[in-house]
């Protein structure tokens, strides 16, 4: 069975704070994506990888950064945090060449207090 | 900019009934289109694919259709379930998706 998993379900963080978000794909994917979903927005494209140590801003950039070491992981960093990035973070996967579905992650259900 | 519409008002049905959600956009010409399923607290699970060449695309109960005259895709649930409750997601693009705010679909027993 296909997974995405990510590194946590609940996390609490303080404003200011430094945060790492991990995800871990077991089906050898290329492209890996971070959304934040919150009410009446819907899913909005954060980042998102096509390849190891590549990486192309999605539409809300801004407060975040990524990397990708391993083609497996790819990590999200909130590098300063802001009660405003309090939301709900999922990962996704596909692949690249073609068109495919995305399979997510559980989600990640931040708060920034 | 693109934008996708789909109903923000919950749809409520009995069940055995067709449940109909609808996707609509404006400035964009997709090729593809998709339609996710996503439990509360849960990541979202893909269900069809359609091409803008393809009209109609069945998967056991599920049926999508997609006019690009129209810019407007029907997702169908036939003989809906209890089970089928949860909230429905269109998605456009190619690599990069789309996704629409979706739609919370309810099913009485």
């Known amino acids: 069975d296909v997974k995405v998993t990510q590194s946590s379900r609940y996390l609490v963080k303080r404003t200011g704070e430094k945060v790492f978000l991990e995800c871990v794909q077991d089906m050898d994917h290329e492209n890996m994506f971070w959304y934040r979903q919150d009410p009446g927005l819907g899913l909005r494209l954060i980042y998102f990888?096509?390849?190891?140590?590549?990486?192309e801003k999605g539409d809300i950039p801004e407060g975040y950064s990524v990397s990708r070491e391993k083609k497996e992981r790819f990590s999200l960093i909130l590098e300063s945090a802001s009660t405003n990035q309090t939301s709900m973070y999922l990962c996704?996967?596909?692949?690249?060449?073609?068109?495919?579905?995305?399979?997510f992650g559980p989600g990640t259900r931040l708060t920034v207090t | 900019s693109q934008k996708i519409e789909q109903n923000s008002e919950a749809l409520n049905i009995q069940e055995g009934k067709t449940a109909t959600l609808t996707c609509n956009y404006t400035n964009y010409s997709p090729a593809y289109l998709q339609w996710y399923r996503q439990d509360p607290g849960r990541g979202p699970v893909f269900l069809l694919l359609i091409r803008e060449n393809e009209k109609e695309k069945r998967k056991e109960r599920l049926k999508v259709t997609f006019d690009t005259t129209l810019k407007q895709s029907l997702f169908h649930i036939t003989a809906s379930q209890p089970a089928d409750s949860a909230t429905y997601l269109c998605?456009?693009?190619?690599?990069?998706?789309?996704f629409g705010t979706g739609t919370r679909l309810l099913v009485s027993p």
């Open positions: 998605a456009l693009g190619f690599q990069k998706l789309v």
């Open positions: 996704a996967s596909s692949k690249l060449q073609g068109i495919y579905e995305q399979y």
């Open positions: 990888s096509y390849d190891v140590k590549m990486k």
